[in-house]
T-cell receptor
């Protein structure tokens, strides 16, 4: 089954304790992205990756890191989590997104990871 | 900055009522438009999309949306909602610069 898998689904941690949220897709998608979802703010993009070893900042990258060493995986790293990073996180992937008309593709989302930082 | 605005944060309807959720965007060039739905406790999934052609697009579960270029709008409609339509709905706009921007979301509650 084509899917995006995130782990962990739920995590409670404390300020400053490094954590990684993994994301893996089995669709051979080039494009991957991380979003955070907060009430009243919708989905905001944290980082995205056009392909292996190509990553770029989204709208809210502060406090996060990513890597794309292989096509299927796109982990989100919080080096020193803080309470304002308490949120619901979604990973998504798609075929290539290019500039220009009709450059978008449909995103496949993971189930989400609910993170609480105390 | 480019933005996507969903006017209604929370809509409450009775079953069989008609639905229209507003979505407006600020980008002036060619866009690709999406509506995603998030059912309670689930991940986002595509409801419908518009890339080109007929501005009235039909999606899953009886939803449709109309792209009105002059109004920079892509409103979502359904003639008769069901309790199972209770969910959060997100409009998303892709511009030619390669950016996909989501609206704030509209929570729809359908009373049985």
């Amino acid at each position: 089954e084509a899917q995006v898998t995130q782990n962990p689904r739920y995590l409670i941690t404390v300020t400053g304790k490094k954590l990684t949220v993994t994301c893996s897709q089995n669709m051979n998608h080039e494009y991957m992205s991380w979003y955070r979802q907060d009430p009243g703010l919708g989905l905001r993009q944290i980082y995205y990756s056009m392909n292996v070893e190509v990553t770029d900042k989204g709208d809210v990258p502060e406090g996060y890191k990513v890597s794309r060493k292989e096509k299927r995986n796109f982990p989100l790293i919080l080096e020193s989590p803080s309470p304002n990073q308490t949120s619901l996180y979604f990973c998504a992937s798609s075929k290539p997104i290019r500039q220009g008309a009709s450059g978008a593709n449909v995103l496949t989302f993971g189930a989400g990871s609910r993170l609480t930082v105390l | 900055a480019q933005s996507v605005s969903q006017h209604n944060h929370h809509v409450i309807l009775s079953e069989a009522a008609s639905l229209e959720l507003g979505c407006n965007y600020s980008y002036g060039g060619t866009v690709n438009l999406f509506w995603y739905v998030q059912y309670p406790g689930q991940h986002l999934q595509l409801l419908l999309k518009y890339f080109s052609g007929d501005p009235l697009v039909k999606g899953i579960k009886g939803f449709e949306a109309e792209f009105i270029k002059s109004k920079f709008s892509f409103n979502l409609r359904k003639p008769s909602v069901q309790w199972s339509d209770t969910a959060e709905y997100f409009c998303a706009v892709y511009n030619q610069g390669g950016k996909l921007i989501f609206g704030q979301g509209t929570e729809l509650s359908v009373k049985p």
